[in-house]
Every structure is written in C-alpha cells, then in structure tokens.
C-alpha cells in the first residue's frame, strides 16, 4: 500500500501544480482583460481636444435654401442614370444629369477657384484651389449611376418621381449615391456664394460607371490625376453609414467609417465530358461531378478570421457603448475572438465579417432530358477576408475541390483593399470624425470594413487613407432599400448630408490635427 501511495502523491502534487498555475494564468488574463475593458475607451481624445478654427462658415438652411436644394436633389433623382451592364448604360440620362448639374450650380460653375472638366464624356473632375499650394490635397468621390429599378417590385412610389411620403423622398439613388453627389456640389455651390476660399486645395470625382465597376470612369480619373503627378491625403467615397438601433445591445447610434473593403473573386468551374444517351449512362455525369465539388465548397467553408482584419478595431471602438459582460469580451478580442468568430459565424450577415465568403451564384447544365451533358459549369463569387489574399483563397478552393476534372478558372478578382488608418494621427479619419461629432455628439464613430466594394478601390495608389462613409442613417430594415425597393432619404437627412460636406470642407483647411489630450491605453 505504502509502495504504491508515492506516485499517486506525486501525481496529486503535480495536479495541484497545473491547477494552481492555471487558476493565476486565468486570474492574470482576468486582470488583463478587466483593466483593458475599463481603459479602453477609443472615443475621447481627438474629439476633447481644442480645435483651432481656419474658417466659420455655418450653414443654417432657411425656407428658401431648404426648396431649392430640394429641387435640385428631386430633379437629380428623376434622371434614370441606370448602368444596366458595362456596355449599356444610359447615355441620354447621363448627358441631361450633365445639364442638370450646370443649371443646379452656377456659382460652381463659373467660380474662379473651380476647374470642371469631363472625364470619359460622362464622369466629372472638379478641382477647387486653396489658397495655400503646400497642403496636400484631398478628394471627395461619389457616383452618379444607379442601379435598376422597376416599379412593380413593390415600390411605394415609382423609383424615378423623387415622390414625398411622409417626409422621405423615394427613389433609386436617395441613397447610392446622388445624396452625396447632390450633396457635396450643393455644400460647395453655398460655400462659394458665402465667399469662401479654400485653404487646401480638394478634388471632387463623380464616376458615372460605379455599378458595374468603374472601369470608365473612376479608372480614367485616376489615370489623369497620376499623369499629373497627384498624391492625395485622404479619399472619402460612399460606404457606410449611421447606424441607429441596428447594432442590438449598443447604446446610441454608431457611424462607422469604411477603412478597407473586402476582395472579391468570381471563380468558374466547369465539367467536360464526352455527350452520351441517357439510356446507358456512365457511374458519373458532369453534372454529379460538379454537384459534389460545389457541395464540398458549401461544407467546407473559408477559414475563421475574425479578429485579424479591421473588424477587430470596430468592436474595440464601440466597446465601452455596450453593456456587461459584451463590454468585457468585445474590449478583449486578443482574448476572445476565436469564441465571438464562433458566435458570429452562426448568421449571414455576421459570418461576412468573420471569413471570406462562398456563394455558388450560378449553375448551368443539360438541354435534353434524355442527353446526357457535355459540360456542365457553375460561379461561385467569394468576397475575400482582409486577413487573406486573392491566391490563398484560389489555392483553398483547388485543394477543396480536390477533382482534377473540375476545371478551376479564375474569372475576375481581386485582394482585399489596405487598410487606411484610423489613430489620433489619421488626418482624414479624425476630420471626418471630428465633422460628424459635431453635428451628432450622441454618436460613437468607429472604423469599419465594407463588405461591398466602391470607386474608391481604383484610387489606392494615390493615397494610403481611403475612407467610405456618409452621414446617412440607417434604421433597422434600411439596409435592405440599398439597391432593392423603396429606397429612401428623410429631407432631413438629405440637409445633413450638405451641411457635412459643408463642414467637413472646413475642417480640412487646418494644417495639421490638434495634439490628442488621451490616447488609446494599449496594454
Ligand atoms: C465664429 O463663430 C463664433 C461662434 O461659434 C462666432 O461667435 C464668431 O463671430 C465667428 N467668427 C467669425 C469671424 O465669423
Ligand atoms: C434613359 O434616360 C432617358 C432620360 O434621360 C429616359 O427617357 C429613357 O427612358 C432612359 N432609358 C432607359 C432604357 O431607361
Ligand atoms: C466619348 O464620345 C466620343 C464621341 O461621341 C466617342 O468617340 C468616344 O468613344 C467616347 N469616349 C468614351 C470613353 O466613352
Ligand atoms: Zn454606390
């Protein structure tokens, strides 16, 4: 007995060695984490610190200023500006949105301090001086194109009339994006008339391709603008929005600011084999062959990521507006985020943030039931995770398909955008946020990621600070108007969105960001 009493000592005193180290290894996270979740809160600096104003201009929208940018955004709307294809488009409408720009705004059309120019025959460049030629320059972007829309999908107004139903304008690009388009040249058309001249120099790009790709538009002002040696110091396009009561368990409404954009790839796969009757079938068609590779592309999905791209600083920033324990394990993805990426995955609309997606969008094969088919081909459109490239996803798909009869073809992609910056010392990033707490102090701003991709995408070799944002709320259901029916713009809202533009113009004239008072406590 007493033999045999030694190792089992042993073992107890080993145990209690492990669970003894384990309980301080937990205790010591636990401090970590508790410590981290009470100091990090990413909201205050910038935003306390003392801005010096260069200029201040307000605009304070009277009965006549409020009919008359209402007029111009309505007769903006009515204008089907529809990009049906990369080689159809509406060239009609584009020329009349033309003319409709001129005769909205004079003052920018004729202002000295205003170079227009037409990019494409259909896109615009505007370059507007500043008075001092040592600040570098930045550019507002937005598009003029929309997406289709017919009325008997269920509209409540037709998606052309810019009709009025209880205080929001209906009609296709409320939203995408001729709010902003509208928006910035009216902040501007003001802005000139009050007498303003800019300190910084800044471009406005309106695309008029955007929906399906900008390779027309975006693409041509990029290259004029690298021909002419232009560097930029932030772009700010369209991407996301305020965020009111869509987030559940956070207090208050959230703006988040685009700081990167996912890749994207189309991929084509395809089975051929020789045709045959029906009546003496081989053990397997090509139609099998590609099911089962589709199958083991649905049942193997693209890695967990979360917590390795922006997402991360999303959650970080809109910690402290959330309660316990969510507060605790949001402020602590170092610690928690392969849980919360297990949690997240579980929807749709969360699991885009936690991998790069798979969808299986089409599958083609057969043409006669008694013909067994030559070839039988699907897509499948994946949008790539910040954390992975475009070749690491085609490599993941080959070796999951794993079928050398399974043709793998890649037919249109690209990486992950970079990622812009988002600290006290982002210039863009802090003038956008600086402009949007001013004018809505209850909300958090945080950096975001756009799961959808933007003009901006063109634009990143001209600057490393490529934001996509606009101040336009978005309440519970919201999102699905985006690109679908009854898309919507309160005439509230339409007014913040010139008064931003109005601001945020301002904002830049400062030479460089204020000191912080605080700063993100990084342990
Ligand atoms: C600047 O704004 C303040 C109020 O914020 C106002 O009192 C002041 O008169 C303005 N100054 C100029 C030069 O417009
Ligand atoms: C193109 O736009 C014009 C107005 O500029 C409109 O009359 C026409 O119906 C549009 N065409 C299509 C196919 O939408
Ligand atoms: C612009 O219009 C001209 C004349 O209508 C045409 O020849 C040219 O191909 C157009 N350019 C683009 C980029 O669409
Ligand atoms: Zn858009």
Same mark, same amino acid.
């Given at each position: 007995?007493?033999?045999?009493?030694?190792?089992?000592?042993?073992?107890?005193?080993?145990?209690?060695?492990?669970?003894?180290?384990?309980?301080?290894?937990?205790?010591?996270?636990?401090?970590?984490?508790?410590?981290?979740?009470?100091?990090?809160?990413?909201?205050?600096?910038?935003?306390?610190?003392?801005?010096?104003?260069?200029?201040?201009? &307000?605009? #304070?929208?009277?009965?006549? !200023?409020?009919? +008359?940018? *209402?007029?111009?955004?309505?007769? $903006?709307? =009515?204008?089907?500006?529809?990009?049906?294809?990369?080689?159809?488009?509406?060239?009609?409408?584009?020329?009349?949105?033309?003319?409709?720009?001129?005769?909205?705004?004079?003052?920018?059309?004729?202002?000295?301090?205003?170079?227009?120019?037409?990019?494409?025959?259909?896109?615009?460049?505007?370059?507007?001086?500043?008075?001092?030629?040592?600040?570098?320059?930045?550019?507002?972007?937005?598009?003029?194109?929309?997406?289709?829309?017919?009325?008997?999908?269920?509209?409540?107004?037709?998606?052309?009339?810019?009709?009025?139903?209880?205080?929001?304008?209906?009609?296709?690009?409320?939203?995408?994006?001729? &709010?902003? #388009?509208?928006?910035?040249? !009216?902040?501007? +058309?003001? *802005?000139?008339?009050?007498?303003? $001249?800019? =300190?910084?120099?800044?471009?406005?790009?309106?695309?008029?391709?955007?929906?399906?790709?900008?390779?027309?538009?975006?693409?041509?002002?990029?290259?004029?603008?690298?021909?002419?040696?232009?560097?930029?110091?932030?772009?700010?396009?369209?991407?996301?929005?305020?965020?009111?009561?869509?987030?559940?368990?956070?207090?208050?409404?959230?703006?988040?600011?685009?700081?990167?954009?996912?890749?994207?790839?189309?991929?084509?796969?395809?089975?051929?084999?020789?045709?045959?009757?029906?009546?003496?079938?081989?053990?397997?068609?090509?139609?099998?062959?590609?099911?089962?590779?589709?199958?083991?592309?649905?049942?193997?999905?693209?890695?967990?990521?979360?917590?390795?791209?922006?997402?991360?600083?999303?959650?970080?920033?809109?910690?402290?507006?959330?309660?316990?324990?969510?507060?605790?394990?949001?402020?602590?993805?170092?610690?928690?985020?392969?849980?919360?990426?297990?949690?997240?995955?579980?929807?749709?609309?969360?699991?885009?943030?936690?991998?790069?997606?798979?969808?299986?969008?089409?599958?083609?094969?057969?043409?006669?039931?008694?013909?067994?088919?030559?070839?039988?081909?699907?897509?499948?459109?994946?949008?790539?995770?910040?954390?992975?490239?475009?070749?690491?996803?085609?490599?993941?798909?080959?070796?999951?398909?794993?079928?050398?009869?399974?043709?793998?073809?890649?037919?249109?992609?690209?990486?992950?955008?970079?990622?812009?910056?988002?600290?006290?010392?982002?210039?863009?990033?802090?003038?956008?946020?600086?402009?949007?707490?001013?004018?809505?102090?209850?909300?958090?701003?945080?950096?975001?990621?756009?799961?959808?991709?933007?003009?901006?995408?063109?634009?990143?070799?001209?600057?490393?600070?490529?934001?996509?944002?606009?101040?336009?709320?978005?309440?519970?259901?919201?999102?699905?108007?985006?690109?679908?029916?009854?898309?919507?713009?309160?005439?509230?809202?339409?007014?913040?969105?010139?008064?931003?533009?109005?601001?945020?113009?301002?904002?830049?004239?400062?030479?460089?960001?204020?000191?912080?008072?605080?700063?993100?406590?990084?342990?």
């Amino acid at each position: 007995l007493t033999g045999q009493s030694k190792p089992g000592f042993k073992i107890v005193k080993f145990l209690k060695i492990i669970i003894g180290s384990f309980l301080i290894t937990v205790l010591l996270l636990f401090t970590i984490a508790s410590i981290r979740t009470l100091l990090l809160d990413v909201n205050v600096g910038l935003q306390l610190a003392h801005w010096e104003k260069t200029k201040n201009l &307000s605009l #304070v929208i009277d009965g006549h !200023q409020r009919e +008359e940018l *209402l007029t111009n955004f309505k007769g $903006a709307i =009515r204008i089907p500006t529809v990009s049906f294809s990369e080689t159809e488009i509406n060239t009609t409408a584009l020329l009349e949105f033309d003319r409709l720009l001129r005769k909205a705004f004079p003052t920018v059309f004729s202002s000295n301090l205003v170079h227009h120019e037409l990019v494409a025959n259909y896109s615009h460049l505007f370059w507007v001086q500043g008075s001092q030629p040592g600040l570098v320059p930045y550019m507002l972007l937005a598009h003029i194109d929309v997406v289709p829309a017919t009325e008997s999908d269920g509209w409540e107004a037709p998606p052309f009339s810019a009709q009025e139903i209880d205080d929001f304008i209906y009609g296709r690009g409320t939203i995408d994006d001729k &709010s902003s #388009v509208m928006g910035i040249l !009216q902040s501007l +058309e003001y *802005l000139l008339r009050k007498g303003y $001249a800019p =300190r910084r120099g800044f471009y406005i790009g309106f695309g008029h391709d955007e929906e399906v790709s900008g390779y027309q538009g975006a693409v041509n002002i990029v290259r004029l603008l690298k021909q002419r040696g232009v560097q930029l110091a932030f772009v700010l396009d369209e991407g996301l929005a305020v965020l009111d009561g869509v987030i559940s368990g956070l207090e208050g409404p959230a703006a988040l600011i685009g700081i990167s954009e996912k890749g994207s790839a189309t991929v084509k796969l395809s089975v051929s084999m020789v045709p045959g009757h029906s009546s003496m079938p081989p053990r397997e068609t090509s139609i099998g062959i590609l099911a089962a590779a589709v199958k083991r592309l649905e049942e193997n999905p693209m890695p967990r990521l979360f917590g390795q791209g922006p997402e991360r600083g999303t959650f970080e920033h809109l910690a402290h507006k959330f309660r316990f324990p969510v507060k605790f394990i949001m402020s602590n993805l170092w610690l928690f985020s392969p849980i919360l990426g297990r949690v997240l995955e579980r929807k749709p609309d969360t699991n885009a943030f936690v991998r790069t997606t798979t969808a299986v969008t089409i599958f083609n094969a057969g043409v006669k039931i008694n013909v067994i088919p030559s070839l039988a081909e699907a897509y499948v459109n994946l949008r790539i995770h910040s954390a992975q490239s475009l070749q690491e996803v085609l490599d993941l798909i080959h070796s999951t398909v794993r079928d050398q009869r399974v043709k793998i073809e890649l037919v249109d992609g690209f990486d992950p955008l970079p990622i812009s910056s988002a600290d006290e010392k982002s210039f863009g990033f802090q003038i956008i946020k600086k402009t949007v707490l001013d004018m809505f102090p209850t909300v958090t701003v945080a950096p975001g990621i756009c799961i959808g991709n933007t003009d901006s995408r063109h634009f990143k070799d001209l600057t490393s600070d490529i934001y996509r944002f606009a101040p336009v709320w978005f309440k519970p259901g919201d999102a699905q108007r985006f690109h679908g029916i009854n898309e919507r713009i309160s005439k509230k809202n339409y007014e913040e969105l010139v008064v931003f533009y109005f601001n945020l113009i301002q904002n830049c004239d400062i030479q460089h960001l204020p000191e912080a008072h605080s700063s993100v406590h990084e342990l």
